[in-house]
């Protein structure tokens, strides 16, 4: 089945202690994403990457980290969380950058 | 000016009637549109793609795109309660580096 992937699913942690959500995608994408969902404020992009190796900053990439070493793969990286990265997270996934982004099913994270 | 906006609603419409969602855009390079359903604490969920002037329906769900006046709509016919849920627009920007998304309009389908 055609999927994006995320892990955990929920988590709650404490301030300071370093995180890191998975994402992963089994539709040979070239372009994926990372997206916060906060009440009011809708869906914004922390990071996207392009393909392999390439990425860039989203409209609200501070505090947040990612790589992109393979194809499949796009780890959203938390170094020092803070209760205002409590938020619910999806990561997204599409064939290349002009087309329709497939969403997984989302992270739900609570930093203390 | 925001790049995607959509009516904000809320929305509410009985069981049976059309329900007519609107979204304008800024960038007049956008060449795609996509319209996604969101049910409450889950995730966005694709339901129409239109990339050409005019009509396109799948099922009971129409999408409209109107370049000239940038403007891009989604009618639900029959609509059901099971459709009450977060609409959201999302077009490329500029540079098609980025999906930017609307606000989202709530629909309610009241029984």
């Known amino acids: 089945e055609a999927q994006v992937t995320q892990n955990p699913r929920y988590l709650i942690t404490v301030t300071g202690k370093k995180l890191t959500v998975t994402c992963s995608q089994n539709?040979?994408?070239?372009?994926m994403s990372w997206y916060r969902q906060d009440p009011g404020l809708g869906l914004r992009q922390i990071y996207y990457?392009?393909?392999?190796?390439?990425?860039d900053k989203g409209d609200v990439p501070e505090g947040y980290k990612v790589s992109r070493k393979e194809k499949r793969n796009f780890p959203l990286i938390l170094e020092s969380p803070s209760p205002n990265q409590t938020s619910l997270y999806f990561c997204a996934s599409s064939l290349f950058r002009y087309n329709e982004q497939f969403f997984g099913p989302g992270t739900r994270l609570t930093v203390l | 000016q925001k790049e995607v906006e959509q009516n904000s609603g809320p929305l509410s419409v009985p069981e049976g009637a059309i329900a007519s969602l609107n979204c304008t855009y800024s960038?007049?390079?956008?060449?795609?549109f996509f319209w996604y359903r969101q049910y409450s604490g889950k995730s966005p969920e694709l339901i129409m793609s239109i990339y050409s002037n005019g009509d396109k329906e799948d099922g009971r769900f129409t999408a409209q795109l109107n370049k000239a006046s940038q403007y891009v709509s989604l009618l639900i016919r029959d609509s059901q309660p099971s459709d009450s849920a977060t609409y959201l627009c999302?077009?490329?920007?500029?540079?098609?580096?980025?999906?930017?998304f609307g606000s989202g309009t709530q629909l309610t389908v009241l029984p």
């Open positions: 539709m040979n994408h070239e372009y």
């Open positions: 999302a077009a490329p920007s500029g540079s098609a580096r980025q999906l930017t």
């Open positions: 960038d007049r390079g956008s060449q795609s």
């Open positions: 990457s392009m393909n392999v190796e390439v990425t």
